[in-house]
């Protein structure tokens, strides 16, 4: 583009002047009409010279751009001649080069020669006129790199003269012309397809696909009983180890390939047989191994000592197997690493990390970091959980999540708090007998009130796990609080309703250390907002609880002035007079002093009025 946008820039600084000069103006004989079209035709003229002058230099430019890409595209020449040599022998083969090399072109050049050579044989064999489907798929790790694939594809146009079609096998795509699907049906119908073009010849169906929906393309082989003739395994350090996932393409029995092509940087290369090496950690696995050590992992300043390791399980898979990975065909990672040149750097993170991870452990006794926690400047807390999201999501690598788990990782921390907290509620329980315990209790330094409250609301709202849920109800557990609360405070009522003959409990009155009292007064006002419960109101009527309480002691209190009266044919009772208990005085000039404010009940005024109170009562 900067060389384009140079030469147009000279071409218009060449002609700056698009008309004509003066001098040629003033010695042409015309008239000045005329001699002003000739200026305009000569303009027209140089400007369409220019344009034309543009547009070829326009094209040198971009013929430059392809040949460059062109010689780009051809820079691995001798590494793709190299791979069609090793698979005229051989069904399966890696090559391990740099980022940033071209592994993409080189996979997709070495699958379009081996078209080729397959090409040359239905001719030589079966004659010029005979058809052939050649099936190829290229596997990759994530849909960013599914789309990375083709653009390279189109970009270099490496199957030029080659009739093919194409299909992604994956769950989306960002290339909205493509054909995209994970149906088995469409797959095998791909496979099989004849195609539009009825020239007789070779066709390849290509299908690029992530190792996560590769086991949908197995389905489809084995429905139509077909194999695939060329795979090309793109990032396959992924499938060493023991991932059932990654693992998938390597056998026949789940993806029938005739040749198996594996691309990386960042081999592992997991030891298989015994030898003296450094290991993390010193925490033997059940069958006597020390855990999958890469080769040339460990640094030299590590601290950990060295021990025989006992081979690791045969379904770890390594690059150093050659009966599954093939022979290394070309290798152009050894210089660089043995200066020091790290070529998965997520990994070499992942491992520093771990190491930091291992320092915990050692000192604190456990690896539950806080998620703010720093070691040597590194937040491992928040790795932590990322590594633990990873793993609940099903992304995390299987070997690096038995590494964590040798050092005593705790994926669930959910579980684990809960059944500590359980194991508290056990404790209480044995000591207090029952299991209310009170909302602020701690318990070993847990707030174990706050956390049984939890367990609640999780009920309530349908949260808990059943199988949680059954384990506290066998302890005692008690889901409804208030109900429970509710039908103890009734039974001390009716105690008391069966002792004293009414139900009219002070608000100070304590009942076997339950403030029954106040638990009464509260259920009235909760009867007054309209909150209590119809069944409960009910049941405490059915043993007399009176609602309103000052209605039944002003009646109690007209009583005994009835009663003072017939007895001493007056109302006039004296300020400080009991009656039964009742301090009758005060309670007849209480109704004087609302009879003034104007807040005395109708019905009593009259009904004292009849008797002769307010007759009495000088203003």
Known sequence: MKQLTAIYLTLVIQQVFL???????????????????????????????????VSVASSAVLEQKRKEEHEKDDRNVEIVKESIEHFLTKDRGNIQLPPGWGKTQVALQTLRDFYRLEESKRVEEEGIDSTKIVSAI??????????????????????????????????QTG????????????????????????????????????????????????????????GIFDEAHRMEGNGKLFGLGLFDENIPIDKRLFATATARNYIKSPRKVTVLGNKLRSDGSHGLIPKGR?????????????????????????????????????RLEEVGVVWDVLSEKWENNYRLLVKFQ????????????????????????????????????????????????????????????????????YREEHCNVPKSHKEDGMNLGHWLDRQRIGKRKGELDTSLEQRLEEMGVVWDVFSEQWGNNYRLLVKFQQREGH??????????????????????????????????????????????????????????????????????????????????GAWLKTQRKGKKKGKLDSNLEQRLEE?????NFCF
């Open 298 to 334: 460990n640094k030299k300043n590590e601290s950990n000592d060295e021990r025989d390791v006992m081979p690791v399980a045969d379904n770890v898979r390594s690059f150093l197997d050659e009966s599954l990975f093939g022979q290394c065909v070309v290798k152009r990672t050894q």
């Open 611 to 615: 008797m002769g109170v307010v007759r």
């Open 362 to 429: 050692q000192r604190e006794g456990h690896c539950n970091v806080p998620r703010s926690h720093k070691e040597d400047r590194i937040n491992l807390g928040t790795w932590l959980i990322t590594q633990r999201q990873l793993k609940k999501k099903g992304e995390l690598d299987s070997n690096l999540e038995e590494r964590m788990e040798e050092v005593g990782v705790v994926w669930d921390l959910h579980s684990e708090k809960w059944e500590k907290n359980y194991q508290l509620l056990v404790n209480f329980l």
């Open 138 to 171: 290229y596997v990759t790790p994530n849909l960013k790199l599914v789309d990375q694939v083709l653009d390279s594809l189109d970009r270099f146009d490496t199957f030029s003269g080659i009739p093919h079609q194409r299909l992604i096998v994956a769950s």
């Open 503 to 584: 139900c009219n409990v002070p608000r100070s009155h304590t009942e076997d250390g339950m403030n029954l009292g106040v638990w009464l007064n509260n259920q009235r006002m909760r009867k007054r907002k309209g909150k209590l419960d119809t069944s409960l109101e009910q049941r405490l009527e059915e043993i007399g609880v009176v609602w309103d309480v000052l209605s039944v002691q002003r009646e109690d209190s007209y009583r005994l002035l009835v009663k003072f009266q017939q007895r001493e044919g007056h109302v006039n009772v004296p300020q400080n007079h009991c009656e039964d208990g009742i301090n009758l």
């Open 19 to 53: 008309f004509v000069p003066c001098h040629q103006l003033q010695q042409s004989p015309r008239n000045k009409n005329q001699k002003l079209q000739d200026v305009h035709d000569l303009s027209k003229r140089r400007r369409k010279a220019v344009a034309v002058e």
């Open 175 to 230: 290339r909205a012309d493509e054909s995209c699907t994970t149906s088995v049906d469409e797959i095998s119908a791909f496979l099989t397809s004849e195609g539009r073009s009825s020239k007789k010849s070779t066709s390849m169906r290509f299908i690029v696909s992530t190792y996560r929906s590769l086991p949908k393309v197995g389905e489809a082989l084995k429905k139509m009983c077909g194999t695939i003739n060329f």
